[in-house]
T-cell receptor, first 112, second 112 residues
Framework: DAGVIQSPRHEVTEMGQEVTLRCKPISGHNSLFWYRQTMMRGLELLIYFNNNVPIDDSGMPEDRFSAKMPNASFSTLKIQPSEPRDSAVYFC??????????FGSGTRLTVV | SQQGEEDPQALSIQEGENATMNCSYKTSINNLQWYRQNSGRGLVHLILIRSNEREKHSGRLRVTLDTSKKSSSLLITASRAADTASYFCATQPNSGNTPLVFGKGTRLSVIA
């Protein structure tokens, strides 16, 4: 198993542009999580899905953020329009119930 | 918001010494997990301890859990330079696949 796959690894974009981050979870994992990591705030949960259904998106900072999971093998996190304060490392993780999480390698986003 | 808080924030030891990191949390939990993060990488699951367990071992790792004090410790014995990383505790508040809440981590440096 290749693990949780995120793309791109790095993204540099200009303020105001749309950014789409992608995640392929591990086959058989029924939960998917999007986290954001910064030095100041640590790891913050943005949104999570159980069986492809969004359960809690209260961590999404603003309406500029949206996430989808159209099927069990793919999820996207979109920021539109992006702002410099969105710069962070975004992680996707997947898991089975009551097991540890498997994290992807993350997407380092820089908005200039 | 973070529930787990690791202590110390940073720890520097010589190779071969033992490293102990502590985690305190606030609400009742289903399980507590420890993760490692190398610089520029995603988090890697190390060990999961359930609320009805008091101690768990995995190789050079030993985790304890005291639910009466709402605290856990991670001990790494005979540390190696390769153990240099940030270590996070994460709590799962309820049964079922509710999201983990991560602390801000302990940064461990093992000097060869």
């Amino acid at each position: 198993d290749a693990g949780v796959i995120q793309s791109p690894r790095h993204e540099v974009t200009e303020m105001g542009q749309e950014v789409t981050l992608r995640c392929k979870p591990i086959s058989g994992h029924n939960s998917l999580f999007w986290y954001r990591q910064t030095m100041m705030r640590g790891l913050e949960l943005l949104i999570y899905f159980n069986n492809n259904v969004p359960i809690d998106d209260s961590g999404m900072p603003e309406d500029r953020f949206s996430a989808k999971m159209p099927n069990a093998s793919f999820s996207t996190l979109k920021i539109q329009p992006s702002e410099p304060r969105d710069s962070a490392v975004y992680f996707c993780a997947s898991s089975r119930q009551n097991y540890g999480y498997t994290f992807g390698s993350g997407t380092r986003l820089t908005v200039v | 918001s973070q529930q787990g808080e690791e202590d110390p924030q940073a720890l520097s030891i010589q190779e071969g010494e033992n490293a102990t990191m502590n985690c305190s949390y606030k609400t009742s939990i289903n399980n507590l997990q420890w993760y490692r993060q190398n610089s520029g990488r995603g988090l890697v699951h190390l060990i999961l301890i359930r609320s009805n367990e008091r101690e768990k071992h995995s190789g050079r790792l030993r985790v304890t859990l005291d639910t009466s004090k709402k605290s856990s410790s991670l001990l790494i014995t005979a540390s190696r330079a390769a153990d240099t990383a940030s270590y996070f505790c994460a709590t799962q508040p309820n049964s079922g696949n509710t999201p983990l809440v991560f602390g801000k981590g302990t940064r461990l440096s093992v000097i060869a």
